[in-house]
């Protein structure tokens, strides 16, 4: 089994297909499309390590979080990511502190990991900008991704990226078939969730476009997924 | 003695005098201003509680802070007021909670409030919108007086009013006689803060001017205050 991906026009899971043979692929291969052939990873889970790093040098590190895709899309991302305290959140920040450096990266980093199922870290993706795996630290950190961004190209001193609570979760809110407004949602949304923050992206609604996300935080991991996705569930239409 | 006030123009101090005797303000009286004249208070220090009302009748309150005056213009402010927990604070919400009701408030209103050397607590003057002594709710609260403001006035749900750290400090950035960009002072007010916040409000500095403030939060009160004063020192100019 092979990963097949087109070289333009990917994201979210557009121009990639996993497939056992040639003939899987006929169609892209009719219009002379060039391909990239990967090796299909065996994987226990997504992971993500965001760095920002300024001109002078400074490097500063979000813990390691974990991100959960349906339909090749991020649903979900829980800060920290469960069970990485230690080798594994010290090798993901190696990486990620390598990667900056070593290509002299301005701004925000986002590193997308697989935890392989025979326990390796294996570099999936990199966005040299804030990512939506970083959207959790506008309500969960200290400082924001786009706040750090910010300081970060204009060579400022970089703010902490400690957590504000043990567990935050982002739940993305995704359009759906009927493309009411979104504002008509908040009342319900946000009933009796005091703590629950959503970010809406000012987008017209399409069928599984990316038009909000929804953030939770506290102490209780299972707590705060349920209560980031009861709101976030109002907000699908 | 007695504290007159001219009943139009007041903002930080201005339009405010104590006087011992009718001549002291024979400037105001020979331009026929109508005046107030109130008993001057003598007070320990000043309050604010603020509190968020929706036309549904839900309310949410702040903890009570402290703020702290410089030449009648608000300097700092400590949330939560030091102490303050137990009856204190239980008054206070209650003046808050009963003027909004009766007031029928929708928004953010804030109650100033003097707490007099006999232990009482005076109202001295309320302002029906997001106030200088709610900005420390920007970085130190689950939600900044702003967001709060909106939620109101649009009926939603309020959100959770808790603090972020057991101290947040804000103190205000005033114009100096040197107008230069703020932006230039960056650099050397968050070297080494990296959990301060300087918000700037895009005002053209003039002397005495409020320009911006800054917030620093954690759990050591005279740490969070010298560390909110130290960064809040290189903006004034």
Excluded at 7 to 27: C, L, M, N, Q
């Amino acid at each position: 089994m092979r990963s097949l991906k087109t070289p333009r026009g990917g994201y979210d899971g557009k121009g990639v297909r996993i497939v056992h043979s040639a003939d899987e692929v006929e169609d892209w291969l009719r219009d002379g499309e060039v391909l990239l052939v990967e090796e299909l990873v065996e994987f226990r889970r997504e992971l993500a390590q965001l760095v920002a790093r300024r001109p002078s040098g400074e490097l500063a590190l979000w813990p390691i979080v974990e991100s959960i895709q349906r339909d090749g899309v991020c649903a979900e991302v829980i800060a920290p990511a469960p069970r990485t305290a230690g080798k594994l959140a010290d090798l993901a920040a190696d990486i990620a502190v390598t990667i900056a450096e070593q290509l002299d990266v301005v701004g925000v980093l986002a590193v997308e990991l697989f935890e392989t199922t025979d326990d390796r870290l294996v570099i999936n993706e990199l966005a040299m900008r804030p990512h939506n795996t970083g959207h959790w630290s506008i309500d969960g950190s200290t400082t924001s991704q786009f706040e750090q961004h910010l300081r970060a190209v204009l060579d400022l001193p970089l703010g902490a990226t400690g957590c504000r609570d043990p567990w935050s979760v982002m739940v993305n809110v995704l359009g759906g078939p009927d493309s009411g407004s979104l504002a008509d949602r908040y009342p319900l949304a946000l009933n009796d969730q005091p703590t629950v923050k959503f970010h809406s992206y000012g987008k017209q609604s399409r069928p599984g476009r990316k038009v909000g996300h929804v953030t939770a935080g506290g102490d209780d991991l299972d707590e705060v997924v349920y209560r980031a996705r009861a709101a976030a569930e109002f907000f699908h239409s």
